[in-house]
């Protein structure tokens, strides 16, 4: 356990097999922690307590439903929720599922072919969007946020698509994006070799670039 600058508690969790990945992480709304990893999935109470082995599988993202059910997406390419339903296959061959988010009334999910829209209830795709149909400019989909607007970040190889009920707008072409968060301040964007905070001032949005000070590392910058 270490303590940080600010106040904060870092704690590792070691209940987990040393070479175990851990490739997704979802609080849920009853509090619960659950971990994605490439051999299964699992649910946690506490850093106190073992966590419990849900089903065996090499999953890729997570996200809960407003019916409080916890879909994961796996290797082969399928939405499985938790619980024994059947899942919904995407459909494509080596697709690569890399993330998950509910918004809207409806799954969605980025992998390397495109962003998807699901329908939890009808057990079906809605929509598959790709650079021909939609605003994206490339189809590696590598993060998805939902902020407290009500918005939903999606990070690109090729840009952020802010999409906000249906409007679709995109930015940043040039930069791949790999997360987004809100705080106080706004919502932080994070690329590759760059940071923006995106607020409000005086009525009108603005963008300021917090670029990480080069020399700290080296490499890229990950969510």
Same mark, same amino acid.
């Given at each position: 356990m270490a303590q940080a600058p600010t106040g904060a508690v870092v704690e590792h969790y070691e209940k987990?097999?040393?070479?175990?990945?851990?490739?997704?992480?979802?609080?849920?709304?009853?509090?619960?922690k659950w971990l994605g990893t490439d051999r299964g999935l699992y649910r946690m109470i506490s850093l106190e307590h $073992?966590?419990?082995?849900?089903?065996?599988?090499?999953?890729?993202?997570?996200?809960e439903d407003k019916h %409080?059910?916890?879909? =994961?997406?796996?290797?082969?390419?399928?939405?499985?929720?938790?619980?024994?339903?059947?899942?919904?296959?995407?459909?494509?061959?080596n697709i690569r599922?890399?993330?998950?988010a509910y918004y809207k009334g409806d799954l969605w999910v980025g992998t390397d072919r495109g962003l998807y829209r699901v329908s939890d209830d009808q057990s079906k795709i809605l929509n598959h969007y790709t650079a021909k149909n939609s605003k994206l400019s490339k189809e590696g989909i590598n993060s998805l946020y939902v902020?407290? $607007?009500?918005r939903l970040w999606v990070g690109t190889d090729g840009?952020?698509?802010?999409?906000?009920?249906? %409007?679709?707008?995109? =930015?940043?072409?040039?930069?791949?994006?790999?997360?987004?968060?809100?705080?106080?301040e706004g919502v932080w964007l994070l690329a590759e070799d760059r940071m923006?905070?995106?607020?409000?001032?005086?009525?009108?949005e603005r963008?300021?670039?917090?670029?990480?000070?080069?020399?700290?590392?080296?490499?890229?910058?990950?969510?």
């Open positions: 987990l097999g040393p070479d175990e990945a851990v490739r997704a992480i979802l609080i849920d709304k009853q509090n619960y $073992d966590a419990e082995h849900v089903v065996s599988d090499s999953i890729c993202a997570l996200a %409080e059910i916890v879909w =994961y997406g796996n290797r082969m390419g399928s939405l499985v929720p938790e619980g024994g339903n059947p899942p919904i296959e995407l459909g494509l061959r599922i890399q993330c998950m902020d407290p $607007d009500g840009g952020i698509v802010r999409i906000d009920n249906k %409007e679709w707008d995109i =930015y940043e072409k040039k930069s791949k994006f790999n997360g987004a968060i809100a705080t106080r923006w905070l995106v607020y409000q001032e005086d009525g009108r963008w300021q670039d917090a670029a990480v000070r080069r020399g700290l590392s080296s490499g890229p910058v990950r969510a």
